[in-house]
């Protein structure tokens, strides 16, 4: 199982981005996939998930404002991320749970200036 996040940069608040994570080893459809993130001196906090059956849901402090979503030709899952706040600069991770273990990828970097 592996998982490659990709997308994260610089962008100035309001504005937006979109992480994307690909996948090899597992079906995304056939697991429930995640985006976690972690501000520079915080803990890790989970941002979204979407289940195996297409179920999803964020964290409150970016609802109406990031989706994720999945592709099934593709493997991959995303993150769509709009009305970028200060608060959300983290290093931004994408994982899923395969027989019940969760993995991770390496994380991108998000920066939101203001």
């Given at each position: 199982?592996?998982?490659?996040?990709?997308?994260?940069?610089?962008?100035?608040?309001?504005?937006?981005?979109?992480?994307?994570?690909?996948?090899?080893?597992?079906?995304?459809?056939?697991?429930?996939?995640?985006?976690?993130?972690?501000?520079?001196?915080?803990?890790?906090?989970?941002?979204?998930?979407?289940?195996?059956?297409?179920?999803?849901?964020?964290?409150?402090?970016?609802?109406?404002?990031?989706?994720?979503?999945r592709?099934?030709?593709?493997?991959?899952?995303?993150?769509?991320?709009n009305?970028?706040?200060?608060?959300?600069?983290?290093?931004?991770?994408?994982?899923?749970?395969?027989?019940?273990?969760e993995?991770?990828?390496?994380?991108?970097?998000?920066?939101?200036?203001?």
């Amino acid at each position: 199982v592996q998982l490659q996040a990709s997308g994260g940069g610089l962008v100035q608040t309001g504005g937006f981005l979109r992480l994307s994570c690909a996948a090899s080893g597992f079906v995304v459809t056939a697991n429930t996939t995640r985006w976690y993130r972690q501000a520079p001196g915080k803990q890790r906090e989970w941002v979204a998930m979407i289940t195996i059956g297409g179920f999803t849901n964020v964290v409150d402090s970016v609802k109406g404002r990031f989706t994720i979503s999945r592709d099934n030709a593709k493997n991959t899952m995303s993150l769509q991320m709009n009305s970028l706040k200060p608060e959300d600069t983290a290093v931004y991770y994408c994982a899923a749970v395969v027989r019940s273990a969760e993995y991770w990828g390496h994380g991108t970097l998000v920066t939101v200036s203001s």
